[in-house]
């Protein structure tokens, strides 16, 4: 289990200016990972009313419930380790299964039912990550239900680092700033079109 608080900045990218920086930072294959990403909420959607995310984030061989909570600057991230066998049970059952214990805790503080937690979007990323002076840099190219989009984000250390800074590690590429919705946001918009 771990908490931390998130601090992220996030831009779109066309496919032009996301190899920009691929070919900039000498990203290699090697570098790239993917991962899965299960997003639940109730069909009330009382984790997106309180500005909340809930995700499950598996790979080859790990994966990990993370619970975002939105902080007067960031998100507090509440993460707890899952094994396979709880995914495969999550997504068997189209519900958020797993115990993750600490996550199940702060839930419980917002008197949300574990049983109340459905699957309502999915999304895969093929994601390069590496530091820079700025903060950590991800690289992402998603896919989900039929859309396919590249994305910067950038999570700083630093509480003064601000939008305009981003904009500032933007300007460097001559990329322009792209304001996003979230993944978790994205994805069930996207898949709720196809309802």
Known sequence: ???????EFKSMLTQNGYEKLLHYYN???KQFVIQ????????????KQRGMGLR??????TAEATLKIPQTVGLLEVTDRLSLDEVEQAINKDQFTPQATEILGQLRTFNISLSD???IGKL???RA???????????????????HDFELELE??????NEGDFKQLLNKFELPYRKTKNKIARAVSAQQEKI
């Open 1 to 7: 289990m771990s908490k931390e608080i998130e601090i």
């Open 27 to 29: 990203v290699t294959n």
């Open 36 to 47: 899965t990403n299960l997003y639940f909420d109730t069909a009330d959607f009382q984790l």
């Open 56 to 61: 499950i984030r598996y790979f080859s061989d």
């Open 117 to 119: 937690l459905h699957l």
């Open 124 to 126: 895969i990323t093929k």
């Open 129 to 147: 990550e590496f530091t820079i002076p700025e903060g950590k840099l991800a690289l992402d190219e998603s896919w989900y239900s039929d859309y």
């Open 156 to 161: 700083v250390p630093d509480y003064n680092f």
